[in-house]
């Protein structure tokens, strides 16, 4: 068996292959991602298990399609959904929080006490709160607002004014 000494250029090449940059870049982007700040959320999308608002126990998915404008939409237990947007007011670069105001249509139905559902009805939740994005994703919202119904059940959905606590994580868009 011969020995053939490889030059530095040739065992660089080997090493380095655009497969196994591929790769590399493919495991590290995603926690380098994550951490970077949150000057820009536009494209972000976030998740989170909320508990009250209109769907009262479920989850809720937020898309920004700017800095000042989001839109989601939620689904809980009864079936009960909601379609909708936010305003953010002071969104800027150095800030992780800012206020929002927002509007949500809704569909609620009647839950009893022992199991089962009853009536369904529209909901408008004009939801007043506020939004914490840390930089490695984790996002609270707390929102309180009026919400409109045509019949009272007297059942956490249907009150006259209430609010909702959503925890989650945001996923940035991948900056180009």
């Known amino acids: 068996m011969d020995y053939y000494p490889i030059s530095w250029k040739r065992q660089f090449k080997q090493v380095c292959s655009p497969k196994l940059i591929a790769l590399v870049f493919f495991l590290i982007q995603p926690s380098v991602f ?9 494209g972000s999308t976030s998740l989170f298990g909320q508990l009250y608002g209109i769907e009262v126990l479920g989850i809720s998915v937020n898309h920004n399609i700017n800095n000042r404008f989001s839109i989601n939409g939620g689904f809980g237990v009864g079936p009960t959904f909601h379609l909708g947007g936010n305003f953010y007011f002071n969104r800027k670069p150095e800030k992780k929080t800012s206020f929002f105001v927002g509007a949500q249509a809704g569909y609620i139905r009647e839950a009893f006490l022992f199991g089962g559902f009853g009536d369904s009805q529209l909901a408008v939740y004009i939801p007043i709160g506020f939004e914490y994005i840390a930089a490695k994703g984790f996002t609270i919202q707390i929102d309180l607002g009026p919400n409109f119904t045509k019949e009272d059940w007297g059942q956490a959905n249907t009150l006259p004014f209430y ?14």
């Open 34 to 42: 994550a951490q970077g700040s949150i000057s820009d959320v536009r």
């Open 163 to 176: 609010g909702s606590l959503k925890i989650g994580y945001t996923f940035r868009k991948k900056s180009r």
